[in-house]
């Protein structure tokens, strides 16, 4: 956290030795033989290395049920390597670790020579921490939260508000809307990583409602034969269509999604079985959603959203307003097979 700088030991005031940790201070001039840091040094002076604060941290841990359990998540083996003293239950579900200064989730400082016992609180000290740019335009506060994600089952789609709806929601609801910042996101794999992006192009919607009746019969003739005549339109009647296409189907009734889902996973299934390959309709992606939220609308949702699998390294980043949903995250190679599945702001 921060950079190294070399600072002569004269040159370090009371005051400024008051901002970094003393034991570092203290360690690093005790193990340090005068000398040997680097070369200009002249015999007798003493050079210290003055570190910007690293201290650990005890990060906030959410438990929300679409995460991996127990030791299996990246995120239980994180909060055991960094709090002994934490308990990890083996039929619990591990599924975000916050690293940062959330108001529902400040991060505690692990360290008893740091008189500030929240990162939030260090950061109110420390306020040059931000650099002056950030300073101002976040008035103080840390513009970002790091997460960890474990994912064993998907995730509901959102998309996050744009700075102006963030602010209106924070005012009116600020018991629900602690945050008043909009949330761009950026995901990173760290294993592959499979996850729901924006809107695909029409043309691949349009192919898919012909090629899955069950998805053409909840939006209905109506507002598909409106989409198909868009894509010959300006982008705004797309647009337009696309939004009546979605809401289509979210309007749906429950028993109506449920028994298309059904005929939908039938057909599929019975293909699979014959050993025919269903990737044109995403058949292997489906039947997973299905069985992990059987009859639910949003199984449908592949036929809107890019499919996106990244592996590990690749990135994808969301905007506001974007709709996205983490589906699953890699199998390590010490998982047992079938043992569990594998995900800003
Ligand atoms: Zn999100």
């Not at 360290?111 to 260090?122: A, F, I, P, R």
């Amino acid at each position: 956290m921060g950079t190294l700088r070399l600072a002569e030991e004269r040159g370090l005031t009371p005051q400024s030795a008051n901002h970094f940790p003393l034991h570092l201070i203290r360690s690093l001039r005790s193990d340090q033989t005068p000398g040997t840091l680097g070369p200009g040094l002249k015999q007798g002076q003493e050079l210290i290395l003055v570190c910007t604060p690293v201290f650990p941290l005890s990060c906030v841990v959410q438990q929300y049920a679409w995460g991996k359990k127990g030791s299996n998540s990246e995120v239980a083996r994180l909060l055991a390597s960094s709090d002994p003293l934490a308990q990890i239950s083996e039929d619990k579900p591990y599924a975000e670790l916050w690293m940062g200064a959330h108001p529902r989730g400040d991060a505690k400082i692990f360290d008893n020579h740091v008189s500030q016992k929240t990162l939030g609180q260090w950061i109110a000290e420390n306020q040059d921490c931000l650099g002056s740019k950030v300073k101002v335009a976040f008035k103080g506060k840390l513009p970002f939260l790091f997460k960890v994600l474990s994912v064993e089952t998907a995730l509901s789609i959102q998309a996050h508000p744009n700075k102006e709806l963030a602010e209106k929601l924070h005012f009116q609801a600020p018991q629900h809307y602690p945050d008043a910042n909009h949330k761009p996101e950026m995901a990173i794999a760290l294993t592959s990583f499979q996850g729901l992006c924006g809107f695909r192009p029409v043309e691949e919607i349009l192919t898919f409602l012909k090629k899955v009746p069950e998805f053409q019969l909840l939006i209905g003739d109506d507002a598909a034969t409106q989409l198909r005549q868009s894509v010959r339109s300006d982008p705004q009647m797309v647009t337009s269509a696309l939004r009546s296409c979605f809401s289509h189907l979210m309007k749906s009734e429950k028993k109506a999604v449920a028994e298309q889902l059904n005929v939908l996973v039938k057909r599929i299934s019975q293909q699979v079985s014959a050993g025919n390959n269903m990737d044109d309709i995403c058949g292997e992606l489906l039947l997973r959603l299905h069985q992990q939220y059987p009859g639910d609308i949003g199984c449908f949702a592949i036929y809107f959203l890019n499919l996106l699998i990244l592996k590990p390294g690749e990135a994808m980043f969301l905007e506001a307003s974007v709709p996205h949903a983490y589906l699953e995250g890699g199998k390590k190679k010490n998982e047992k097979k079938g043992s569990a599945r594998r995900n800003p702001f």
